[in-house]
């Protein structure tokens, strides 16, 4: 398993950007698919975005499609989420995570190595 570390959450008001980032560390980050889960308080875990080993596929949920972009930099082992015109609704914790080596990318279940989040929160 990789061990990964966010960055980048905060407060923003409604319509504005974050870009959230992800390191992750060992040699098999080229080989995993990565994404962003996200938990609002007292609802269960969101799988929001999900990018292949080369980032040449992408998933998105319907709640964040046309506005979040996942994005990954196998050189410097790292992946983004640039989130843009963001709602309240979209307040909530965000992990990082991984799957194992060869791991589908788009399937929720797949993931099995995960950070310990970061903030997101957006005012009305």
């Known amino acids: 398993q990789v061990q990964l570390v966010e960055s980048g959450g905060g407060l923003v008001q409604a319509g504005g950007s974050l870009r959230l980032s992800c390191v992750a560390s060992?040699?098999?980050?080229?080989?995993?698919?990565m994404g962003w889960f996200r938990q609002a308080p007292g609802k269960e875990r969101e799988f929001v975005v999900g990018?292949?080993?080369?980032?040449?596929?992408?998933y998105y949920a319907d709640s964040v499609k046309g506005r979040f972009t996942i994005s990954r930099v196998n050189a410097k082992n790292t992946v983004y989420l640039q989130m843009n015109s963001l709602k309240p609704e979209d307040t909530a914790v965000y992990y990082c995570?991984?799957?194992?080596?060869?791991?589908?990318?788009?399937?929720?279940?797949?993931?099995?190595?995960w950070g310990q989040g970061t903030q997101v929160t957006v005012s009305s």
């Open positions: 995570a991984a799957t194992s080596p060869g791991g589908y990318y788009w399937r929720s279940y797949e993931y099995v190595s």
């Open positions: 060992g040699r098999t980050f080229s080989s995993t698919g």
């Open positions: 990018i292949s080993w080369n980032g040449g596929s992408t």
